[in-house]
């Protein structure tokens, strides 16, 4: 089957730095994407990852394992606009560009 | 450069109607995918046509239907509505098909059924 995992929720002070895990069971894998979602928004592409390692993105940076079927996304010097959903998508063995969302981790950024 | 739009962005239905929601992509997108997201959910791949083909399908069953037209903007039909069809339902496009593309979402449709 098709399972993706990771936290519902998570809370974090501005300045600091949060990393958000997502574990994944795919047949087949061809990519693993981090998107975020304002509420009542559009999800918005953050990164990409087809090969393991860290891929960094000014203050967002996202890691992979494909061993261990296991990414995290890393914000750094959090800000109050960043109090989002944020969605991991695994591309699998569907046909062209169809992803597998997880459930998406809530977070909220407090002063 | 005009992003994806969706249309109408509420709507509200009783069950056993039928939908039709619109979708733009995004300018020199040739694949546009669906998606369906429950509260506090992750969005679920309905389906995606590639140049007006529907080249890959989710779990959905058959009265949720689709078209894609030569200018690559596509629609979402729903048919026989139920209430578990209340939902966000996202359009996506994309340059093209391969695998490592990235997807830029409109911002939905609110589809309440009663």
């Known amino acids: 089957g098709q399972n993706i995992d990771q936290p519902t929720e998570m809370t974090a002070t501005e300045g600091a730095i949060v990393q958000i895990n997502c574990t994944y069971q795919t047949s087949g894998f061809n990519g693993l994407f981090w998107y975020q979602q304002h509420a009542g928004e559009a999800p918005t592409f953050l990164s990409y990852?087809?090969?393991?390692g860290l891929e960094e993105k000014g203050r967002f940076s996202s890691f992979l394992s494909r061993s261990k079927g296991y990414s995290y996304l890393l914000l750094k010097e959090l800000q109050m606009k960043d109090s989002a959903s944020y969605l991991c998508a695994v591309r699998g063995r569907q046909a062209g560009t169809a992803l597998i969302f997880g459930k998406g981790t809530t977070l909220s950024v407090s002063s | 450069e005009t992003g994806v739009t969706q249309s109408p962005t509420h709507l509200i239905k009783t069950r056993g109607q039928q939908v039709t929601l619109r979708c733009s992509s995004q300018?020199?997108?040739?694949?546009v995918s669906w998606y369906q997201q429950a509260l506090g959910q992750g969005p679920q791949f309905i389906f995606q046509y590639y140049r007006e083909e529907e080249n890959g399908r989710g779990n959905f069953p058959p009265r949720f239907s689709g078209l894609q037209f030569p200018n690559y903007s596509s629609e979402l039909n729903v048919n026989a509505l139920e209430l578990d069809d209340s939902a966000l339902y996202l359009c996506?496009?994309?340059?093209?098909?391969?695998?490592?593309?990235?997807?830029?979402f409109g911002s939905g449709t609110q589809l309440s059924v009663l």
């Open positions: 996506a496009s994309s340059v093209d098909s391969a695998t490592n593309e990235k997807l830029f």
């Open positions: 300018s020199g997108h040739n694949t």
């Open positions: 990852n087809v090969l393991d």
